[in-house]
């Protein structure tokens, strides 16, 4: 059954190709969201199945099949990336340049994962707890949160620059670090090593971010803000 799709259907997975990156592409030329990870991922799924058809049609000897495959495929790829390539390539969007750290600001640095350190408990709450780790990337982060009783419900991030208070990365860093949680009566980690990422910015131009951590309860959807804390980040050239 499924080699008779595979076969029969071959012509079709160069044409969802065309489709999933035209998608992927006037996703990734506006604010990021996302869809673009479910697109992203559903374009690894068509690959996977154009490469198996491929292996297919080779076994089956039909070679002219796997012939207009490859090409049609070739050619969406190198049309349909190009744009992709150039948007990488216009260079740095300059909006750590465009706000600086103010002097004298007090701030805190992501931990590299491989430390192994841990930071105080912030001094503005001696009840709750932020760390924020660097990733493989400048602009990918990692955070861990401890906090004291809270009932069920989710953990999420704000992050703004602190000089013009502009959101970072809005809706997908909320979605990215959104993490479900059960009640719980005592001080503990909530969240472990969660994933987020900023987009503003270049690598290793860096500027200051005040991350806030929310929660909103699934028992009366209310939302409220847990802790602040000012960090030097930098964005992720993507």
């Not at 002219?64 to 969007?93: E, T």
């Not at 990215?176 to 987020?196: D, L, T, Y």
Request: charged letters at 20%; a negative charge.
């Amino acid at each position: 059954m499924i080699k008779r799709i595979f076969t029969k259907y071959w012509w079709t997975f160069p044409v969802l190709l065309a489709l999933s990156m035209l998608v992927l592409i006037e996703l990734f030329t506006k604010t990021p969201s996302i869809l673009e990870t479910i697109i992203e991922i559903l374009l690894l799924l068509v690959i996977i199945a154009l490469l198996t058809s491929w292996v297919l049609l080779l076994i089956n000897k039909q070679w002219l099949k796997v012939f207009i495959s490859f090409i049609a495929s070739a050619v969406v790829g190198c049309i349909l990336w190009l744009p992709l390539v150039i948007s990488s390539m216009l260079g740095p969007d300059g909006f750590g340049k465009d706000h600086p750290i103010p002097e004298g600001l007090e701030y805190c640095l992501p931990l590299s994962l491989e430390s192994n350190k841990n930071e105080v408990i912030d001094s503005l709450d001696d009840k709750s707890y932020l760390q924020i780790w660097n990733d493989f990337q400048g602009g990918l982060y990692k955070y861990d949160f401890y906090y004291g009783s809270l009932g069920p419900g989710e953990i999420f991030l704000r992050c703004y620059e602190v000089t013009s208070n502009i959101p970072l990365s809005e809706d997908r860093l909320i979605e990215q670090s959104r993490v479900k949680i059960s009640p719980q009566k005592q001080f503990g980690k909530v969240v472990n090593k969660q994933s987020f990422t900023i987009y503003e910015g270049d690598w290793n131009d860096y500027y200051a971010a005040r991350i806030e951590v929310w929660f909103k309860s699934t028992e009366n959807d209310k939302e409220r803000k847990l802790l602040e804390k000012v960090y030097r980040v930098e964005g992720w050239m993507r």
